[in-house]
């Protein structure tokens, strides 16, 4: 992929407000594209991305936090497939 390839890739997920996967180990492509500059992720961001609160992983070295973001699951999908499967068993349990 060439470089400017890569800058309207950055540009549009920015500007929609997507993201790749976080990993657990900061990979060189984890980068946005802001202000004509490509930058690195800071852990509030990836907190952010998770849906976790705002310097939920502070206290520790940012290697740390960014492992504990990238070992995790985003809190709303996990919330929102919890709700699908209660609906789910709540509909089942009322059909029998």
């Given amino acids: ?52 609160p705002d310097n939920y992983t502070q206290g520790v070295a940012d290697t740390h936090r960014y492992n504990g973001c990238g070992d995790g699951w985003t809190v709303d999908v996990i919330v929102h497939i919890l709700k699908v499967i209660s609906l789910n068993l709540n509909k089942e349990s009322q059909d029998d």
């Fill in 1 to 52: 992929i060439s470089s400017n390839s890569t800058t309207y890739w950055a540009a549009l997920c920015l500007w929609l407000k997507i993201i790749k996967t976080i990993k657990k180990y900061l990979p060189k492509d984890q980068k946005v594209y802001q202000d004509k500059r490509c930058r690195k992720l800071t852990p509030l961001e990836y907190e952010r991305i998770q849906t976790l």
